[in-house]
């Protein structure tokens, strides 16, 4: 791979795994799409950063169950399912406006509602995907 390609590659990535820790503690800024991205980004660039991010035991087992088999467990989508009732209440707080209330709602809601009707278990081992 080119070197700048690989450098645009690696920037997205650290952009994305950034973005993730800032999303951990910050309302209405996701976490998991930043981590998904990251390591697609790091697996075009670097292998072993991409490893690095899979085999990482607080976020590594939920990247796997979704690039392996499009799962995400119950107690993400619970904590998901809060995080963004929380970031709608204290946007409907902090704005005082109808229009952003009902905006971020509707978003968040359309997002609640795709997240929720991810499969939420992995297949039995040496099923089919």
């Known amino acids: 791979?080119?070197?700048p390609r690989r450098l645009a590659y690696l920037a997205l990535g650290y952009a994305c795994l950034g973005l993730a820790a800032a999303?951990?503690?910050l309302?209405?800024?996701p976490t998991t799409i930043f981590l998904i991205i990251a390591a697609w980004a790091f697996g075009r660039a670097s292998p072993?950063?991409?490893e690095r991010l899979l085999n990482d035991p607080r976020v590594g087992p939920g990247l796997r169950n979704w690039q392996q088999h499009g799962t995400v467990s119950r107690r993400a989508k619970r904590a998901a399912a809060f995080a963004m009732a929380a970031s709608w209440a204290l946007a409907t707080l902090l704005s005082g406006s109808l229009l952003v209330s009902l905006l971020s709602g509707a978003c968040l809601l359309a997002v609640a509602a795709w997240l929720l009707?991810?499969?939420s278990d992995s297949?039995?081992?040496g099923g089919t995907a």
């Open 1 to 3: 791979m080119p070197r």
């Open 23 to 25: 999303g951990a503690v």
């Open 27 to 29: 309302p209405l800024l």
């Open 48 to 50: 072993a950063l991409r």
């Open 117 to 119: 009707t991810r499969p």
């Open 123 to 125: 297949p039995p081992a």
